[in-house]
T-cell receptor
Framework: DTAVSQTPKYLVTQMGNDKSIKCEQN?????MYWYKQDSKKFLKIMFS???????INETVPNRFSPKSPDKAHLNLHINSLELGDSAVYFC????????????FGPGTRLTVT | KQEVTQIPAALSVPEGENLVLNCSFT??????LQWFRQDPGKGLTSLLL?????REQTSGRLNASLDKSSGRSTLYIAASQPGDSATYLC???????????FGDGTTLTVKP
């Protein structure tokens, strides 16, 4: 049983295209996150949703738009992709109210050519 | 703004050695500190979580400690094995922001 799943695992696309990454968790958590891991392996939070509401929105270009249809799903849509968007994107989830242990998905490797 | 530093960036040890990985954070107002393991091309696997009221947590050969006042956490790995080779990341969760700040990781290589 996969706890946090992401699709697709790999995504290769050209500059200027629009793409989406989907995330689902079956842990019953109410908080979900998107992280970006760049080529230097540095991991940084992008967004966080609690019960479908945005609670964390870091300094991310507005080309990135997260959507949470329900508390088990958090999708990431990226418009007008740029070379600098190439990275691994991780979804994670936790339960609000403690202990906030985060569980990560396998990641989506996005390559923009 | 929370900053998390992990030292060393890379560590190579012979099999069987005990080792310590270090994690430092600048803002002591943390809710918890979580240690992860990341294998090449894989996601993050949670190893241990220490809540702010706790001093340490243990799981098998792993022991993590937390000293909020000094802004430090350590991950102790006993009797290291080649299978322990991976990148180890620590993350500090801040109560005010509700977000985790990750360190850059320590890449561990255990040689047979």
């Amino acid at each position: 049983d996969t706890a946090v799943s992401q699709t697709p695992k790999y995504l290769v696309t050209q500059m200027g295209n629009d793409k989406s990454i989907k995330c689902e968790q079956n842990l019953g958590h109410d908080t979900m996150y998107w992280y970006k891991q760049d080529s230097k392996k540095f991991l940084k939070i992008m967004f966080s949703y609690n019960n479908k509401e945005l609670i964390i929105n870091e300094t991310v270009p507005n080309r990135f738009s997260p959507k949470s249809p329900d508390k088990a799903h958090l999708n990431l849509h990226i418009n007008s992709l740029e070379l600098g968007d190439s990275a691994v994107y991780f979804c994670a989830s936790s339960q609000f109210g403690g202990p906030y242990e985060q569980y990560f998905g396998p990641g989506t490797r996005l390559t923009v050519t | 703004k929370q900053e998390v530093t992990q030292i060393p960036a890379a560590l190579s040890v012979p099999e069987g050695e005990n080792l310590v990985l270090n994690c430092s954070f600048t803002d002591s107002a943390i809710y918890n500190l979580q240690w992860f393991r990341q294998d090449p091309g894989k996601g993050l696997t949670s190893l241990l979580l220490i809540q702010s009221s706790q001093r340490e947590q243990t799981s098998g050969r792993l022991n993590a400690s937390l000293d909020k006042s000094s802004g430090r956490s350590t991950l102790y790995i006993a009797a290291s094995q080649p299978g322990d080779s991976a990148t180890y990341l620590c993350a500090a969760l801040n109560t005010n922001a509700g977000k985790s700040t990750f360190g850059d990781g320590t890449t561990l290589t255990v040689k047979p």
